[in-house]
């Protein structure tokens, strides 16, 4: 009888393959409104405007353990909800700008916990440019809010 033996080369040609699409699903690329990341990391691949969303509905929401980098674009929220959402441990990174809404970077209710903003300039905030338990804000800029952080 004979026995099949697998390739060394086969299974790491395999596991190298694996992990390419991994990589690959990981990324979101954002380009609309209402976007909900729901876990890994996601680029904004434009501008956007999102002065037109429903009432309280945030222009981006990162769900647990997402990470949204601005790649040197600007998000415009509506005044009654934070422009981008975040639930729990979520980071931002610049460059990049975000533009109106009640919070620039909202932490939630109740309040999660590890905001992590980086390398951001917040404009035109109605209250807080970055709200949370637990932020930690870095190598940004926060101008013309009401309450700057909370």
Known sequence: MRTKYFS?????????????????????????????????????????????RPQFEAAITLE???TLDLAGFTIVGQQSSGVVACLKNCKVRGPGTIVGGKWGVNGGRPRPRNVRVTGVTLRDQLLEGVTGKKVRISDSVIEKDRKSVV
């Open 8 to 52: 060394p080369l086969v299974g790491l040609a395999i596991i190298l393959f694996l992990s390419a699409v991994s990589v690959a699903e990981a990324q979101t690329v954002v380009t609309e409104c209402g976007t909900h990341v729901l876990r890994g990391d996601a680029v904004l691949g434009n501008d956007l405007d999102c002065t037109g």
């Open 64 to 66: 647990r353990s997402s």
